[in-house]
């Protein structure tokens, strides 16, 4: 058992990580709501098959009572529809503010239980059981919860910390290549902003095959640096902000493609590189930085450039939560490693575009 700590005063929660821990899950969720009466499983059309009957029985054989809510896997989910679907299984349910909510799945199904439980009588507690490589070292830790508008990408949400992360490793060997991928741009990220040596580690691993042989202290790196920005800043307005490497210009390109050709990784792994080439030219960040994220990107599978209009680009800054009146925070490099917060005019930004 690995296990980590997100102590934020009076939130605190551990986050578990050990192959088999699903078949644990309703111990481990009682250890920590030991008055809770139900559960409501969120789930997905993907994850549902595979796991659910697993987190039910042991959620059973722990004094559980359960409910599975299932929605259609994919981001089109994380909307307001579901959310109100999501609301009504709990009063269906009979939820009350001593139960919980336990997201079973990617960021898709964690982001829609967490704020519908952030939401639903005011607030009933959570636990996260990630499925994907993404959810697990990324979304599934630090408490923001959203759905998407229209508008864009997680436009309406909160924060609001989960009582328990349960990370089974095992549950990755089911997933597609191009969902591990996907997960991978998020745990580049983190060797980006943080890590240098953790960045040469994982070009050491060359492919998925070398990242799964040392997944559990991968997962412990990444999320050991998502609690300490977290517990910094657990409401984004500083220090946090640099784990949006990538994403302000990622989010243009997942809006510019409605969220259909481009997966969440692929967007931000082209939005580093991106951002990358806009440091370098700024004189900001160590020339060849970009060439090197580049170069992990594509052994990855992951694309290293988007194609995107000046009108998305435009609506992505505008639309962007770190922004403040005409100015952006984007997020540079130095070098790899270390993480360049930078304040810009958005216009400024926009021109360099």
């Known amino acids: 058992m690995r296990k980590l700590t997100v102590e934020l005063p009076g939130r605190a929660y551990d986050i578990l990580i050990q192959p088999g821990l699903l078949a644990e899950a309703g111990a481990r969720c009682r250890a920590v709501l030991p008055r809770a009466a139900r559960a409501l499983v969120v789930t997905d059309s993907n994850v549902a098959p595979l796991y659910a009957a697993t987190v039910l029985e042991s959620l059973a054989a722990a004094g559980w009572q ?25 009063m269906e349910f009979g939820l009350t503010r001593s139960d919980a909510v336990i997201a079973l ?9 967490g704020f519908a439980a952030a939401t639903i009588l005011r607030g009933v507690a959570y636990i996260q059981i990630p499925t994907t490589l993404l959810a697990q070292v990324d979304s599934s830790v630090g408490g923001k919860v959203a759905i998407d508008l229209a508008a864009g990408k997680n436009l309406a949400g909160a924060f609001w910390q989960p009582r328990l992360v349960l990370m089974d490793p095992e549950v990755l ?6 969902t591990f991928s996907d997960g991978m741009a998020e745990v580049i990220k983190y060797g980006c902003i943080f890590d240098r040596a953790f960045f040469d580690r994982l070009a050491a691993c060359a492919d998925r095959a070398g990242v799964m042989a040392e997944i559990e202290d991968v997962l412990v790196t990444c999320c050991s640096c998502k609690a300490r920005v977290v517990c910094a800043d657990e409401r984004d307005t500083g220090a946090r902000m640099v784990l949006n490497f990538g994403h302000t210009l990622g989010h243009a390109y997942e809006r510019a493609y409605h969220y259909e050709t481009y997966t969440h990784g692929q967007a931000v792994a082209a939005g580093m590189c991106l951002a990358a080439r806009l440091g370098e030219q700024l004189g900001l960040t160590e020339p060849g930085t970009a060439d090197q994220i580049a170069a992990l990107c594509t052994a990855f599978h992951l694309p290293v450039a988007i194609a995107c209009s000046r009108e998305d680009y435009a609506l992505a800054v505008g639309l962007d939560k770190k922004g403040t009146g005409e100015e952006i925070t984007v997020i540079f490099l130095c070098a790899l490693g270390e993480a360049l917060p930078t304040k810009m005019d958005k216009r400024e930004l926009l021109k360099l575009l």
Request: aromatic share 4%.
């Open 66 to 90: 359960t409910r599975l809510f299932t929605i259609p896997a994919g981001e089109p989910s994380k909307c307001a529809r579901q959310l109100e679907a999501v609301w009504d299984a709990c």
């Open 173 to 178: 060997s089911t997933l597609s290549d191009e």
């Open 105 to 113: 799945g990617g960021g898709v199904v964690g982001d829609l239980a």
